[in-house]
RNA sequence: GCGUCUGUAGCUCAGUGGAUAGAGCAAUCGCCUCCUAAGCGAUAGGUCGAAGGUUCAACUCCUUUCAGAUGCGCCA
């Protein structure tokens, strides 16, 4: 494997006695135009240490390089010495990797031995699985098949919201209103409907909130009554949620929710305590953080219950002892930053060193173009609902554009949610957005069908391309587009690593419709099946490159590439 | 009031301190006797919210300011 980069600053370094290899390299740039070369060295730097412009500098340096054959042309361009690659080793290189690799193109060993932990979903029992829920579960999962896939040790876990005061008003409004048979059948909607109407009728009788309470601390006590019917609401939940994720096609290896650590609660409170952390105000005990610019941040109440707070602080402090973990990665919504920020601080302040491998990934706020989510005020749109649509009309397109497709309805799930995911993993996760259903249900320009039917033209021509791919002559592949994928295809590790570094999906997933878009230039521009059949040979190996690097980034946000569609 | 985030083409968004700020959608005009037209090409569209500053060079860094989102002790 050759490093052009490394090449360049080689070849610089010779030439340059005024700087060293690296800060070389560092100044070395990728130009936004590839018409201009591969790499760029910028002299501007240099003409305060030369007192000459930097065009002359760069005139002269490039007499001095005397070049290798990575590149076949080192040319000045103004204050720029601009490299260009040697197509033919670049081409044979990559072209082979990736038909050694195939599924594997683009891995590597980057987090050998270490372990990340990745919190995501963390959907509420007894509430519905909405639009807004989409971001974590799928931004989450999407980095979790990042690092699995440059080698990291990776776990999901789906951080469940099946704790807390509203089991109990759960309960009692099930004592009063529920009907056993219709939330077997229709769980979520006959639980939300049960406890919305808990919420109306507290508001005229203050005493069911009391009831709540208790009901809750019997609960806690693991009063069987009470655990049965948690339990029960759990269970007939979860069938709910996993229905979506099977959809979705979303993994996890836990489902250590909020109940999982109630028990450890105390226990952290003690260490809190010893460690003189908190102290007294009004009878609640609080952290304070005001000398690290930071609200207090409120541990247990004036009555002597915890918050939502050290639920974090305990899962913590579980995972890193069950997990060792390198990195302990949480997606959860920008709105909850400043709660990260304290709670991080006081591991830190605990004495844990491991306080800054905490990390949270926040992502902005879905909104509907009638205003925020909001349950109560009935803004809300069921996950399932989009997804189904989403599947719908990819059915009618097929029966319109492919009637005799086989295998219609699972390829019109794989197109339909992918579109879905797709868009939500395709800007940076920080931006807000208004769900619109004429923006999800596109399916043109850039978005997963695109691909996805990219990827499927390129099977079409590999089925029909009847060529052994053995003694390739690269050499035929130096045209414009075809060295322009090839380029693209070299580029897909560095951007898998930085998604992992920034956490951030959406650089695969605009990586892959890029790659996709000068697939379909190549495509259009340049016959593959064509009778020269050494020209066919090595067009048919680009082809298959780029299927292997589209369908491995698909996979890297969740989608499937379907053969035919 | 204090904090954090966002502001780039009509719309949705990319953009490592460096060369002429890029895509998609929408608009207009083309391309299926040819490997999947969910495709490809062309035209048009910009005071990078505003004002200062740092720098050889600013959409990018700093300060101020405007607009929107979000958060700031007994919810999660």
């Not at 896939?149 to 509203?166: E, K, P, V």
């Not at 105000?281 to 953080?289: F, R, T, Y």
Request: hydrophobic fraction near 40%.
């Amino acid at each position: 494997m050759i490093d052009f980069k490394s090449s360049v600053g080689e070849l610089l370094a010779n030439a340059i006695k005024e700087l060293d290899f690296d800060e070389i390299v560092k100044n070395v740039e990728v130009p936004k135009n590839t018409e201009m070369g591969d790499f760029a060295f910028p002299c501007f730097k240099l003409a305060s240490i030369y007192k000459k412009s930097p065009n002359m500098i760069a005139k002269e340096i490039v007499e001095k390089i005397e070049g290798n054959e990575n590149f076949e042309e080192i040319i000045v361009a103004g204050p720029y010495i601009n490299f260009k690659i040697n197509k033919n080793i670049l081409s044979k290189m990559i072209i082979e990797e990736v038909l050694d690799k195939k599924e594997r193109f683009g891995s590597s060993k980057t987090g050998e031995g270490k372990n990340v932990i990745v919190e995501y979903s963390s959907v509420n029992i007894a509430k519905p699985f909405h639009m807004g829920h989409i971001r974590s579960t799928m931004i989450g999962y999407s980095l979790y098949k990042i690092y699995k896939f440059i080698g990291y040790n990776t776990t999901g876990i789906n951080h469940l919201g099946d704790y807390g005061t509203q089991f109990g008003k759960l309960i009692v409004a099930y004592k009063l209103w529920g009907n056993e048979k219709a939330i077997e059948l229709n769980p979520i909607p006959e639980l939300l409907k049960i406890y919305v109407k808990f919420h109306e009728e507290a508001e005229k009788d203050p005493e069911l909130d009391n009831q709540a309470r208790v009901w809750f601390t019997k609960l806690e006590g693991k009063d069987e009554e009470a655990t049965k019917l948690w339990t029960w609401f759990k269970k007939v939940s979860l069938k709910e949620f996993e229905r979506v994720y099977e959809m979705l096609g979303v993994h996890f290896d836990s489902f250590a929710g909020e109940s999982f650590y109630s028990d450890m609660m105390p226990d952290l409170l003690n260490e809190m305590r010893e460690k003189n952390i908190m102290s007294d105000d009004d009878g609640a005990e609080i952290v304070k953080l005001e000398e690290y610019d930071m609200p207090n941040a409120l541990i247990t109440k004036s009555d002597g219950s915890s918050l939502y707070i050290t639920r974090d602080l305990t899962a913590a402090k579980y995972r890193k002892n069950e997990y060792d973990f390198y990195k302990n990665i949480y997606v959860v919504g920008s709105q909850q930053n400043l709660h990260f920020k304290q709670w991080i601080k006081i591991i830190d302040l605990m004495g844990y060193d491991w306080a800054y491998d905490c990390v949270h990934v926040g992502f902005g706020m879905v909104a509907l173009e009638e205003g925020s989510l909001s349950t109560r005020s009935g803004r809300v749109i069921f996950l399932e609902d989009v997804l189904n649509k989403a599947v719908e009309k990819t059915k009618d397109i097929i029966n319109e554009k492919n009637p005799d497709l086989e295998n219609k309805d699972e390829i019109a799930r794989q197109v339909g949610v992918g579109s879905v995911v797709f868009q939500e993993l395709s800007n940076n996760r920080i931006k807000d957005y208004t769900f619109s259903w004429e923006e999800t249900l596109s399916f043109e320009g850039e978005t997963g069908p695109y691909v996805q039917y990219s990827h499927a033209r390129a099977c079409s021509v590999l089925r029909n391309a009847n060529v052994k791919l053995e003694n390739i002559d690269y050499s035929l592949l130096n045209d414009k587009y075809s060295f322009d994928l090839i380029r693209e295809i070299s580029k897909f590790n560095g951007v898998i690593e930085k998604a992992a570094i920034k956490y951030e999906p959406s650089l695969v997933t605009r990586y892959i419709t890029h790659l996709a878009q000068l697939f379909n230039r190549f495509y259009h521009e340049n016959p593959i099946l064509v009778g020269d059949m050494e020209l066919r040979k090595s067009r048919v190996a680009l082809v298959n490159a780029f299927k292997h690097v589209v369908k491995n980034g698909l996979s890297l946000i969740a989608l499937e590439a379907p053969e035919k569609m």
